[in-house]
């Protein structure tokens, strides 16, 4: 057995109001002549948040739409613009969820890489170490704060930079960002931890390394959705350390049916990543009883409508597509069923199950 040797966040700084720090934390890595790009997502403009960016000399912000979650062209698009402008940047600041802290995870690495992003999605294709790079979340769950992939849509495959190139050179913890998220997203994002958890500590990939981390996550999703009755403060700060906990634990395992189905949905009908994978594990009791038991009883606390009915209508050949998309997803499939996956879920079993949703 050939064991992987895993790079992890070498810095993190963590605390309510740690955000203020930022223009401290970053000077170090600034070279006069060399802005910082501020990648942000757009529902901070005129925000309080975006005044606070700590700008200074030929920095820039650069507002992201997360209508649709990052795709490759966008991204080189992004990297041609600022080699334009700039030639070379002291670094790329994500500020936002998932999507932006994946698509500042990429811009960071095209700086130093040549050609489109689609040549680097999959598993340790980067040539070159990325720009310096910084990731400051502001809704907790889907651990791309922690995590050594960056997932992008392209014209052929959803799929993630995976490299040791990926990780954030930096990370600010400030659970203060998160307020303000709507409630259904909040807990779209904050049930893509939870299912983490359930699919990491199930799966036939789990270790002592990864079940510690995945048992922690548990513990504080449970906390927060299960066992407290008012959401507060402390509720945002457990739910970022659970996605951080999280993220860590998938590192050395993988995740399962939920993610694997959904990307299905999410390449053919654009679903997001967080309601996909509660679109999905609603529907996974066969396969994960306890955890879409207590799943179930957390939408229902919680007054969350998940989507039904998006599958309706599509064609034959749309299932297809979603089918192969998810069947490509191996590891997620062997972590979850074991080697002989194919026999447990058959394409037609897949079908019926993409027919329900
Ligand atoms: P997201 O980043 O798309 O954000 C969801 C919504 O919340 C957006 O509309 C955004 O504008 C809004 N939002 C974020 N912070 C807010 C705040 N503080 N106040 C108000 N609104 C706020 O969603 P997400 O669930 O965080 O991330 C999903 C993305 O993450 C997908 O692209 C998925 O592929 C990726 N992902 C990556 C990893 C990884 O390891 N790299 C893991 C899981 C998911
Ligand atoms: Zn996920």
Not at 155 to 160: D, I, Q, V, Y
Not at 235 to 248: I, V
Not at 270 to 296: A, M, Q, S, W
Request: aromatic share 10%; hydrophobic share 35%; with cysteine.
């Amino acid at each position: 057995m050939k064991f992987r040797n895993f790079p992890m966040v070498p810095r993190v700084v963590y605390g309510r109001g740690s955000f203020d720090q930022t223009s401290e934390i970053i000077e170090e890595k600034r070279n006069k002549e060399r802005p910082f790009i501020f990648l942000v997502d757009k529902v901070f403009k005129d925000k309080e948040l975006s005044k606070n960016i700590p700008l200074q000399g030929k920095d820039i912000i650069i507002y992201i739409d997360t209508t649709d979650e990052p795709k490759t062209k966008g991204i080189d698009e992004i990297r041609d613009n600022l080699k334009e402008e700039f030639g070379i940047v002291s670094g790329i600041i994500g500020i936002g969820g998932g999507s932006v802290m994946d698509a500042a995870k990429a811009v960071a690495i095209m700086m130093n890489n040549e050609g489109s992003s689609t040549q680097y999605q999959g598993w340790d294709l980067v040539k070159n170490p990325a720009v310096y790079h910084v990731g400051i979340p502001t809704i907790s769950g889907t651990g791309a704060e922690v995590s050594r992939t960056c997932i992008l849509t392209g014209p052929e495959r959803k799929l993630g930079i995976n490299s040791d190139f990926t990780p954030f050179d930096q990370v600010i913890l400030d659970p203060a960002l998160t307020k303000g998220v709507e409630k259904n997203q909040a807990f779209f994002t904050g049930m893509d931890c939870y299912i983490h958890c359930i699919e990491s500590l199930t799966g036939t990939y789990l270790n002592a390394f990864s079940k510690s981390y995945g048992e922690k996550a548990l513990d504080l999703c449970q906390k927060v959705y299960v066992q407290k009755s008012e959401w507060d403060d402390e509720s945002d700060e457990d739910l970022m350390m659970a996605s951080w906990h999280g993220g860590m634990s998938i590192a050395y395992s993988q995740v399962g049916i939920a993610h694997a189905v959904s990307y299905g949905l999410s390449y053919l009908l654009g679903t997001h990543h967080g309601v996909g994978n509660c679109i999905v594990f609603d529907r996974l009791e066969k396969y994960y009883p306890e955890g879409v038991k207590e799943f179930k009883y957390m939408v229902e606390k919680n007054k969350i409508e998940i989507p039904q009915g998006i599958c309706k209508g599509l064609s034959d050949e749309q299932f297809d597509i979603m089918i192969n998309v998810s069947y490509g997803m191996v590891p997620l499939w062997e972590n979850a069923l074991g080697k002989d996956w194919q026999k447990i879920m058959t394409k037609e079993k897949l079908r019926a199950l993409y027919e329900e949703m």
